[in-house]
């Protein structure tokens, strides 16, 4: 299969960068988007040229790490799937493929499609986390969970961190990321005596890097490979109100 | 207090504000909407529900209510809209190429839609509020004639047709916004199969009710 690749080349963080042309033969369907990528750089490299950096580390899906806007879909085409999943079965002999890094003021381009994502690491710091002793483990039966809500706070947990709902949203929301985090541990009691503080110092943080304000347009649920609901979003919502009253 | 003022000053407390300005703005369309069929019960009930509207002394606080609604969300979601055109900085070069991947419906061009609608409320107030004065008198009672000048008015086709491309962009800033507020509030999220209905109703209730009057006046106008 041959694909026609229009690729976002930019030097460095402060560099103005475009998008360059590359012609791809010999394109299997079996491969994946990364490999192909992968397949393009060798190639870049025996002609003595510069491969084209993209982020990438476990290709299944888990760590979050590809991050690459094809054909203005973050993460691709397909639903629920990271640009490591995505085979090149979903593309057409001929097709031409854009290719460009996630575009946030609050994720600067690092080199070509690597964009610097600490933005979301600093938002965790500011309460995505719970603070125990550490210790024995407790007994597992002393904390009951029922089951729809350990499902329901698993799903919000499922976030990976990618920023592809930031990449999405025309307004460059993280409200989504933001409320997955916020969701996992508003659910469990082993977030709530930090509830309060948690989402306030989150949110916060989230306005502080540059990040833009939800207006609800649904992209980031649509673009997210988790399938991060936007139930979580409203959920979020009304942690901000509760927290009013506690403090 | 400390808190509140946090809340004011975030991202999430600043839409909740535009979420309950713009509930209390979709009230207000509502009720214009209902008051203007009115007109079809009898020019006599039409004028008179406007004569009784306008004569209590409650209709200042109203006003300056509303008055306050319209500057709270507009003000507000249009320094958010600035804010979020900043933290955008560039988009990608094309819109998804997937349909699955698109954003809801009139989500995009909200803060579009908004000023044209706020373009529309201020001539609109210049034609009707502020426009010609035309007594009528009922038992003895004289007051506005609004049913004539509304007449007058919709027997111009470009009036009318300016009117109805407006009340269509109502629609759109209705068919996100009203169930997108409840998303802001904290209640329900959009993708709620309720709330999704719920808006939609209430965007073709609102708008359709609004068309209905343009429509009678341009064909039966005077007959
Ligand atoms: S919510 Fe989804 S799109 Fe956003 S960071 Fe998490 S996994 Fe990625
Ligand atoms: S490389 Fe880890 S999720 Fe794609």
């Known amino acids: ?247 | 207090m400390a808190s509140l003022k946090l809340f004011l000053k975030s991202s999430v407390g600043r839409k909740f504000l535009v979420a309950v300005t713009g509930l209390g703005l979709s009230g207000f369309v509502l009720t214009h909407m209902a008051g203007n069929l009115l007109m079809f019960v009898r020019p006599e009930a039409y004028n008179t529900y406007g004569h009784k509207l306008t004569s209590t002394p409650l209709i200042y606080l109203a006003e300056a209510g509303l008055l306050a609604m319209f500057l709270i969300h507009m003000g507000l979601a249009l320094k958010l809209a600035l804010e979020n055109r900043t933290a955008r900085a560039m988009g990608p070069s094309q819109n998804p190429s997937t349909c699955e991947k698109s954003a809801r419906f009139g989500s995009q061009y909200m803060a579009l839609t908004g000023v044209l609608v706020l373009v529309f409320v201020i001539l609109h107030l210049i034609s009707f509020k502020y426009g010609t004065y035309y007594a009528v008198t009922y038992n003895g009672v004289e007051m506005r004639d609004l049913h004539r000048l509304v007449i007058e008015k919709f027997k111009l086709p470009l009036y009318t047709g300016w009117y109805l491309v407006s009340m269509l962009v109502l629609f759109v800033h209705l068919a996100h916004g009203f169930s997108a507020s409840f998303q802001s509030l904290g209640l329900f999220s959009v993708r709620n199969c309720l709330i999704k209905k719920l808006g939609w109703a209430f965007a073709f209730l609102v708008a359709g009710g609004f068309f209905i009057q343009p429509i009678y006046g341009y064909f039966y106008g005077g007959n």
């Not at chain 1, 002609?47 to 993209?54: A, N, S």
């Not at chain 1, 969970?145 to 460059?172: L, P, R």
């Not at chain 1, 949110?203 to 649904?218: A, L, P, R």
Request: negative net charge.
């Open chain 1, 1 to 247: 299969m041959k694909l026609k690749l229009k690729i976002w080349r930019q030097e460095g963080p402060s560099s103005p960068g475009k998008f360059v042309d590359y012609d791809m033969d010999h394109v299997s369907p079996d491969m994946s988007f990364l490999e192909m990528l992968d397949v393009l750089n060798v190639g870049l490299v025996k002609k003595g040229e510069t491969p084209v950096e993209f982020d990438h580390d476990c290709r299944e899906g888990i760590c979050g790490s590809c991050a690459l806007m094809i054909n203005g879909n973050a993460h691709g085409p397909e639903t629920g799937t990271a640009t490591c999943q995505l085979h090149m079965r979903r593309f057409k002999d001929g097709d031409s493929v854009i290719i460009e890094p996630w575009r946030a003021k609050a994720f600067p381009v690092i080199k070509d499609l690597a964009t610097d994502r600490t933005a979301f690491d600093r938002i965790m710091a500011a309460g995505g986390f719970i603070s125990t002793n550490t210790g024995n483990a407790p007994e597992a039966n002393s904390i009951l969970i029922g089951h729809d809500t350990a499902e329901s706070a698993m799903d919000s947990a499922a976030c990976i961190g990618c920023g592809a709902c930031v990449a999405a949203c025309k307004n460059s929301s993280a409200m989504l990321f933001v409320s997955a985090k916020v969701s996992h541990l508003a659910q469990l009691p082993q977030g709530h005596p930090e509830r309060a503080k948690r989402v306030r110092g989150m949110v916060t943080q989230m306005d502080n890097e540059g990040f833009g304000n939800c207006s609800n347009t649904g992209a980031c649920e649509a673009a997210c490979p988790k399938e991060i609901k936007l139930e979580n979003i409203t959920r979020l919502n009304r942690e901000m109100v509760r927290a009013v009253f506690k403090d």
